[in-house]
């Protein structure tokens, strides 16, 4: 899963990356309001982490922006301040939650997961599909009631298929929410990855619909 993180306090974004990407996600960090605005309009993100109170740009603005843009991502909204008439103001605005610092970084985590499963419509904390069983909250996958010994990255592969199941995933798209837009898109490297998984869960849990992308599942959507 792919975040973008917009929080100018350094010391603060550093502690957030480090427990996001413990999470097992891949998280970008930004600190400038005009750049977040940019790739927040421009990249595609599976959530987003944003302060209000940055300077030049700020938040609340950032946001309105990208809603009247048309971006449809999660966002989860940061402030130091504790005014209620802020928190409605950002929720009217189309902030998806609102978190005021300071926070514990498990309830941001958990947070992230909650609108994460709500914007592909799922409701479940353990996603099901077939002997397939996918806890994001313990970063596990089990097939058969037997967990499985999966790299973060092949755990980010399966989780990232299973939110989208029932739907093929563009290559692209996946390379960009494993990697992110500095990897060097080499089809091989996923292929690898793929293989990888799939000589771990069995050869028909990763599918692939030729010249459209990859799902999970037996059968393609």
């Not at 990232?160 to 692209?172: I, Q």
Request: glycine share 10%; net charge negative; hydrophobic share 40%.
């Amino acid at each position: 899963m792919r975040l973008l993180l917009v929080e100018d306090d350094r010391r603060i974004a550093s502690d957030i990356v480090a427990a996001l990407t413990t999470a097992g996600y891949n998280v970008e960090a930004v600190a400038n309001g005009e750049e977040a605005w940019f790739l927040g309009d421009t990249e595609d993100y599976d959530a987003i982490i944003l302060d209000i109170g940055l300077p030049g740009l700020d938040g609340l603005s950032i946001l309105k922006r990208w809603r009247a843009n048309d971006r449809h991502m999660p966002i989860i909204m940061l402030t130091a301040r504790g005014s209620w008439a802020e928190r409605v103001e950002g929720i009217d605005a189309g902030a998806d939650d609102y978190l005021p610092k300071p926070f514990q970084f498990e309830e941001l985590i958990a947070r992230i997961r909650a609108l994460i499963r709500r914007s592909v419509g799922m409701g479940a904390a353990i996603i099901s599909i077939g002997d397939i069983k996918i806890d994001p909250r313990a970063m596990r996958v089990s097939l058969n009631g037997v967990p499985q010994p999966l790299t973060p990255l092949e755990y980010r592969l399966v989780s990232y298929l299973g939110h989208h199941h029932g739907r093929v995933v563009p290559a692209t798209e996946l390379q960009s929410h494993l990697y992110g837009d500095d990897f060097s898109r080499d089809a091989n490297t996923l292929e690898v990855l793929i293989t990888r998984v799939r000589k771990k869960l069995g050869p028909d849990i990763v599918g692939t619909k030729r010249g459209f992308g990859y799902y999970i599942g037996a059968e393609a959507p």
